[in-house]
């Protein structure tokens, strides 16, 4: 079979405005990007308010391996299944970062047959929404510096400053840095874009004003006598807000097979929030019958904030959930012994979770071509076993046709009520929130606080932010926060070493084990395989 780049690059494709009339957009509200590109004004959420809701269906997986277990693919499978059964369907997913795409997972485009297009442009610099908030961020950084350089009027001691550079790439020489800007010098460091608090604000905000508003609410460090210093008080958050005025337009392109999709917003999951945009997806509900979308890694992490943070904060009640699993996870998680069986306590812990939030859900399995028939029959053996609804997926090859007994599976959970709730209440102190995400979610015995957390915890909660809910950074590989302990691990602790609060955002992050928000590259990253020839002809890009 071709590779990714190759059948995207052998699809024909629709003329965006074609794509955009068959979803339902006026004319007026399509802001093209070129021939297969456009921006969503943000008029159309006007338009849509009152308009009977679609169907929102949530993608999500069990724990992952490195390369991902197809969870886009399914996504992009699934809303084209759906169209195959003759609902109308919308797709919204995250943009990719470079990160990833130049290091070893790839891009967030989907593969095989259930691609969007054009997936080498969304895979690279897309219509320019990482840098647009790359930009705003670093704006906001040198503001802050160039305050305290010109008198600091505020009074920001310099040692209290949490505001970091970021950039969209991988680069661990980044991690810590010394800034000297002739005054004074201070340790500080880059993250990666997708984690910087400006993406959360973009992919929570719904109008311009709101997201000016936020983005004056980010704090980006504290006076000599302990009071947050915010964007607000640099007067930085207009010009932000200029800067960011595209990127707050939802990017619609399509599917390999001419459905429309959102591609907008690139949060990770493991250290922000790891959904796509709340206007994209709010948009994409009011134009269609069935919404599918994802959030990262496993239902540990993206499922958890999605319908803690995402679903909260927009006021989205989701329909269906679907988990993906693959016989290389599980085979995975069964540790050293590769054992299919064992594996299984892993993905029954993660269909236990989805329960806790009183959603209906359906295992996929992403089938590949090294499985085996055996494999297959044991996971629905599994499944049937434990009354768990499962269908076998195969939309990398197939495309949506693959799909379709998913896509009648999710159609049949989304007539059954939806008995969505969160899974704790935001009046909850601090730290009761954080060990029922870790006791309920994870499994975990009890949670260990550093000291320094300990200490950030009741800053916080004296400032006036311990109602925010949390947003926990923590390894996508385990259950736990150690990335070695696999499948089901029983009788650990999660340990919580730093906090730091997002008013912008409006949740608090909460940073487990080793996380790092600036990720580093493999020892072979994908970017040694890419190259463009003379005639523009992009190889290597998957």
Same mark, same amino acid.
């Given at each position: ?68 277990? $197809?969870?886009? &693919? ?151 006598? $302990? ?19 595209? =990127? ?46 994802? =959030? ?26 679907? +988990? ?34 009183? +959603? ?151 940073? &487990? ?30």
């Amino acid at each position: 079979m071709k590779s990714d780049i190759e059948i995207a690059q052998a699809a024909k494709m629709k003329p965006i405005e074609a794509i955009a009339k068959e979803a339902g957009f006026k004319p007026e509200e399509v802001e093209l990007h070129g021939k297969y590109k456009a921006k969503i004004k943000l008029s159309v959420e006007k338009r849509l308010k009152g308009k009977k809701q679609g169907k929102l269906i949530l993608v999500t997986t069990m724990t992952p391996t490195k390369c991902g277990e $197809g969870k886009t &693919t399914i996504t992009i499978g699934l809303g084209q299944a759906l169209r195959k059964i003759k609902k109308k369907s919308f797709i919204c997913i995250r943009e990719p970062s470079l990160g990833p795409v130049m290091g070893l997972k790839g891009g967030a485009a989907g593969g095989g047959y259930s691609q969007v297009l054009p997936m080498d442009e969304i895979n690279l610099h897309f219509i320019g929404d990482m840098h647009y908030i790359t930009a705003a961020h670093n704006l906001l950084a040198a503001l802050v510096d160039n305050h305290i350089y010109q008198g600091n009027e505020l009074g920001i001691d310099p040692g209290s400053i949490v505001w970091n550079r970021c950039m969209d790439m991988n680069d661990r020489a980044l991690r810590k840095i010394t800034i000297d800007n002739g005054e004074y010098q201070r340790v500080s460091s880059f993250d990666i874009t997708a984690a910087s608090e400006v993406m959360a604000v973009v992919c929570l905000s719904m109008t311009l004003d709101e997201m000016k508003k936020r983005l004056g609410e980010i704090i980006v460090g504290y006076t000599y006598s $302990g009071e947050p210093v915010t964007a607000d008080d640099l007067k930085a958050q207009g010009a932000m807000t200029l800067l960011l005025k595209e =990127a707050l337009q939802p990017n619609l392109v399509q599917t390999i097979e001419g459905g429309p999709a959102f591609v907008h917003g690139g949060p990770f999951a493991n250290i922000a929030h790891g959904c796509n945009t709340l206007i994209a997806t709010k948009v994409a509900l009011g134009m269609a019958d069935y919404v599918v979308t994802e =959030a990262g890694f496993g239902a540990d992490l993206g499922a958890e904030k999605f319908f803690d943070i995402k679903c909260r904060q927009g006021e989205l009640t989701p329909n269906a959930v679907v +988990i993906v699993v693959t016989t290389k996870a599980l085979k995975h998680q069964g540790e050293k012994e590769q054992s299919l069986a064992k594996g299984f306590d892993n993905l029954k812990k993660h269909c236990e979770s989805i329960t806790l939030f009183g +959603i209906p859900f359906v295992v996929a399995i992403n089938k590949t071509t090294s499985d085996t028939k055996e494999e297959i029959a044991a996971i629905e053996k599994w499944c049937h076993e434990h009354k768990i609804p499962v269908e076998v997926v195969d939309v990398w090859e197939r495309g949506g046709i693959g799909g379709v007994g998913l896509a009648k599976k999710v159609v049949e959970l989304c007539n059954k009520p939806s008995h969505f709730k969160p899974l704790y209440q935001l009046d909850l102190l601090i730290k009761e929130k954080i060990k029922t995400i870790a006791q309920k979610i994870y499994g975990a015995k009890d949670v260990v606080f550093a000291q320094e957390a300990e200490d950030k915890i009741a800053e916080i909660e004296e400032i006036g932010y311990g109602h925010l809910p949390i947003c926990m950074a923590k390894t996508n590989f385990s259950l736990t926060d150690d990335p070695n302990l696999l499948g089901r691990p029983k009788d650990f602790t999660i340990t919580v070493r730093d906090l730091k609060v997002q008013a912008g955002a409006g949740f608090i992050v909460a940073y &487990t084990g080793k996380i790092m928000t600036m990720p580093g590259l493999p020892k072979h990253p994908a970017a040694e395989n890419m190259d463009i020839t003379e005639d523009g002809k992009i190889v290597g890009l998957f």
